[in-house]
C-alpha cells in the first residue's frame, strides 16, 4: 500500500533556529550545506530521477532554511515570481516519478514561495512587508503585524454504499479519469460536517458515520488534504454540475482493476501522488 504523495520528509524543521539569523548564516555556509535546485518552482531531476543541489552561496540573496538532515542544513531559493505560476498539472508527469519524500520537501518550497508572493503586503495597513525567521514569516514595515504561512483544510472523500463507493470527474479531468469528491472546509464546521455538506451539495447524497484515513499537504498553492469515508444513506444522485461532469458507484472489482491499470477497467485511477488513489488503496483493503 501506497504512502500519500507529498509525505515522509524526514528533516528536523528546527523551529527554534529560525529567529537566530547568525545561525542561520552560519550553516549557510559550511561545506555539507545545500541549496535545492529550482526551474522556477518546479523542481530538477537528476538522470536518477532525485532533486538536484548547489551550494546555498550560488543561489539568490533570500533563502528559505528548510531544515537539518542529519546537522547539515538544507535550503531553497525564495523564489520572486513574475506573473501567475505555472498550471501544475503542466508537471504531473514529473510527480508521478518522484519519490514522496522528497516531492514533500519541494512542496514545502513551492508552499512558502507562493505564500510570500501573496504577502508582499501588509492585510492590515497595506505596507510592504520583508521575510523573517529565516523564510518562515514577513513581517509589515509599516504596522509591525506579523504574517506566518497558513495552510487551507480540503476534505476528500468516499461515500460508501452496499459495498461500492462514488467516484466523480471534474471537466478539466485526463479522459477516463475519476476520483474522490473533495472540497473545501469552511469556517464554523468541522471535518465531519464539511465532509456531508459537500457529498450533499455536489452529488445529493446524505452522509454519516465519517471516518478519518489518511491526510496529505497539496502544494498548489497551500492545502492540507483530509481523507475520509462515509457512508451514504442511498444511492440516487443528483449532481451539481457547475463541479462535476459525471459521478458513478464503482465496485471493489472495478477499483481493483483500475488500480491495476487493467484493460477495460470502468475508470482511469488518479495518479499515484493523488491522496484519492490512497483512499481508494486502503478502502479496497478494507480501511
Given at each position: 500500500?501506497s504512502?500519500?504523495?507529498f509525505?515522509?520528509c524526514?528533516?528536523?524543521?528546527a ?14 555556509g ?11 518552482l ?5 538522470d ?10 550560488a ?13 547539515a542544513?538544507?535550503?531553497?531559493p ?9 498550471n ?12 514522496p519524500?522528497?516531492?514533500a ?8 514561495s507562493e505564500?510570500h508572493?501573496?504577502?508582499?503586503f501588509c ?7 520583508a521575510?523573517f525567521?529565516?523564510?518562515?514569516g ?8 506579523e504574517?506566518?504561512?497558513r ?6 472523500m ?9 467516484l466523480?470527474?471534474?471537466h478539466h ?9 473533495a472540497?473545501?472546509?469552511e ?11 459537500e457529498?450533499?451539495?455536489e452529488?445529493?447524497i446524505?452522509?454519516s458515520?465519517?471516518?478519518y484515513?489518511a491526510?496529505?499537504?497539496?502544494p498548489?498553492p497551500g ?17 451539481d454540475?457547475?463541479?462535476?461532469e459525471d459521478?458513478?458507484w464503482?465496485?471493489?472489482?472495478g477499483?481493483a482493476?483500475?488500480?491495476?491499470g ?8 488518479p ?11 486502503r ?5
Amino acid at each position: 500500500m501506497s504512502r500519500p504523495g507529498f509525505t515522509g520528509c524526514a528533516l528536523d524543521r528546527a523551529d527554534h533556529l529560525r529567529l537566530d539569523r547568525e545561525r542561520v548564516a552560519v550553516l549557510a555556509g559550511a561545506e555539507d550545506a545545500r541549496l535545492l535546485r529550482l526551474a522556477g518552482l518546479d523542481p530538477v531531476l537528476g538522470d536518477d530521477g532525485r532533486l538536484m543541489w548547489d551550494a546555498p552561496g550560488a543561489g539568490p540573496a533570500e533563502l528559505i532554511f528548510l531544515g537539518l538532515d542529519g546537522g547539515a542544513a538544507v535550503f531553497a531559493p525564495l523564489v520572486r515570481l513574475e506573473g501567475p505560476p505555472s498550471n501544475p498539472r503542466a508537471m504531473f508527469h514529473i510527480l508521478e516519478a518522484m519519490a514522496p519524500e522528497e516531492a514533500a520537501l519541494w512542496g514545502t518550497a513551492r508552499s512558502l514561495s507562493e505564500w510570500h508572493a501573496r504577502q508582499l503586503f501588509c492585510g492590515a495597513c497595506g505596507a510592504r512587508t520583508a521575510a523573517f525567521r529565516a523564510g518562515w514569516g514577513r513581517r509589515c514595515g509599516g504596522c509591525g503585524a506579523e504574517h506566518f504561512p497558513r495552510v487551507d483544510p480540503v476534505v476528500i472523500m468516499l461515500a460508501e454504499h452496499e459495498g461500492r463507493v462514488l467516484l466523480g470527474r471534474q471537466h478539466h479531468y485526463p479522459p477516463g479519469r475519476y476520483s474522490a469528491l473533495a472540497g473545501f472546509v469552511e469556517p464554523g464546521e468541522s471535518v465531519e460536517e464539511a465532509v456531508a455538506r459537500e457529498l450533499a451539495e455536489e452529488a445529493g447524497i446524505a452522509a454519516s458515520d465519517v471516518r478519518y484515513v489518511a491526510s496529505q499537504p497539496w502544494p498548489f498553492p497551500g492545502s492540507l488534504m483530509i481523507a475520509c469515508i462515509a457512508s451514504a444513506a442511498g444511492d440516487a444522485l443528483t449532481l451539481d454540475t457547475n463541479e462535476l461532469e459525471d459521478a458513478f458507484w464503482a465496485d471493489r472489482d472495478g477499483v481493483a482493476a483500475a488500480l491495476a491499470g487493467a484493460e477495460g477497467a470502468p475508470f482511469t485511477a488518479p495518479p499515484r501522488f493523488a491522496i484519492a488513489r490512497t483512499l481508494l488503496e486502503r478502502w479496497l483493503a478494507g480501511a
